[in-house]
DNA sequence: ACGCCGTAAGTTGTCCGACAAGATACTTAC
DNA sequence: GTAAGTATCTTGTCGGACAACTTACGGCGT
């Protein structure tokens, strides 16, 4: 049953005050490092529960943009907002976007082919299936910094290949979302360095051996099920990375 | 009032329960991919009520290792799990234990140096004071795989200089948290390729030009105070990193 | 007047019981 | 045999209440 078609569907509500308290904090209507109303004061003025406040606000706390102090209050935390952040940005449009350039899209084509072992692998499919292949070389200002190559399974767009076409001008993502009610929950990123070999080098306009960043990377929608395995080559002067490391609240072992 | 030693603290009870359901899920008790008991009747067995259990399971939630399903039930996440996740793993002893080596410490040493400006921005403290500086070359079975430099502010072990040399031969993490009850909140990291210099490549013991990963990285205790400020040279085939990437929840821009 | 300590107010943590909303599995009607 | 409807289970939300903790104020002794 794919029918399953984008319907508004009713959020929980404490994804909702989520949200609004997320943007009170980035419009700084919350400003950094205050203290929130007190839970009761805060629920009352959103019209829910307690129980649905902090609900949200744990997720808040989880994210890193909210600091709970028991018998104390809740406080925003301190500015020091990590802007280019590899686990809260997803997709290379944003990370160029969030660096303050102009994202592009050049020399994007786009084909349906077997599915390799390892990329059957990844995605959960049958070796042999057909995947769509997407590969596009990401620019920032016009200047090329990222070679990407995206495989999602064919199935997805079977009843609407024009959807492929969709992709090679605009953030895949984006796409799955709007056309497909697709949407990423999480996904699970590798990288290292490495250098650029002829085919890399030649498509990116850079000497062989040049410096660049390898990320691969599986993404899964809600229900767990894989939707995109995606490989990207990133100049290594093109942007930095950072990532908001958490804990260690939970020590392995 | 710098005393506030280790005392065993009252920890909220969700936070125990939330350990307590780490370990069932880690230990095999709850089997990936099964569905957990029912709230209610989670909540009884563990002699607490709905709400605290909630509040635990929306930790694990955003920690990724149970989703949780409205009408259905809460199932433990797949399999999947990151082993050597940059955003889970503190340090580089974890790390190198993640990746099932033996870690172990070379070329140890550490001094008392005036700050620079750009260290003292980091660290929040006046340019000049004294910082300490602890210098290791980090092994794997034995093989040389990262050069660390970590700097943090003098005054934290001014009292008890032996601690300096602790940190020569054990994680910093381990020692702060042990020894000055420093527990770190969270840090933030941020990456990139590199070659290795004449210095760094002797140190590692690799030719000059070879391929490197560069971490530097701010750690913060729980009041939100900068503790350490580290920089790290990674050989780029000693392991291979992993982030998990959450959302796009939240949207910027 | 100064400093120390106890107390009161405020805030988050936890508990209980109940109902609504969504999902699944079974039953029933065709 | 198939499909629709229903029963039942699960999570989401609500309201009120009390306990644990932090902070700040005020009284007390020196």
Known sequence: MPGQ???????????QVRKELTHRIDSGTFAAGSRLPSEPALAMELGVSRATLREA????????LVRRMWGAGTFVADGRRVT??????????????AAGMVAGI?????????????????????????????ERVRTADGKPVVLS??????????????????????????VLERELGLVIHHGVASFRPVRADVTVA??????RGELLLA?????YSEDGAPVLSSYEYHLADAFEFTVLRRGPGRRLS
Chains 1, 2 share one sequence.
């Open 5 to 15: 078609h984008v319907e508004e569907r009713a959020r929980p509500r404490s994804v």
């Open 215 to 219: 990320i691969w990377q599986v993404d």
């Open 57 to 64: 606000l744990r997720a808040l706390e989880s994210e890193g």
């Open 202 to 207: 030649r498509r990116l306009g850079v000497p």
């Open 149 to 174: 190559r995206d495989i999602l399974p064919g199935r997805l767009i079977a009843k609407r290949p024009e959807i492929a076409d969709q992709m090679l001008m605009r953030s895949i993502y984006e």
């Open 106 to 134: 050049e020399q994007a084509r786009h084909s349906m082919e077997p599915a390799t072992v390892s990329e059957a692998g990844r995605l959960e499919l049958q070796p042999g299936s057909d995947v769509l292949v997407v």
């Open 84 to 97: 280019n952040s590899l686990d809260a940005n997803f997709g290379v449009t944003d990370a160029i976007r």
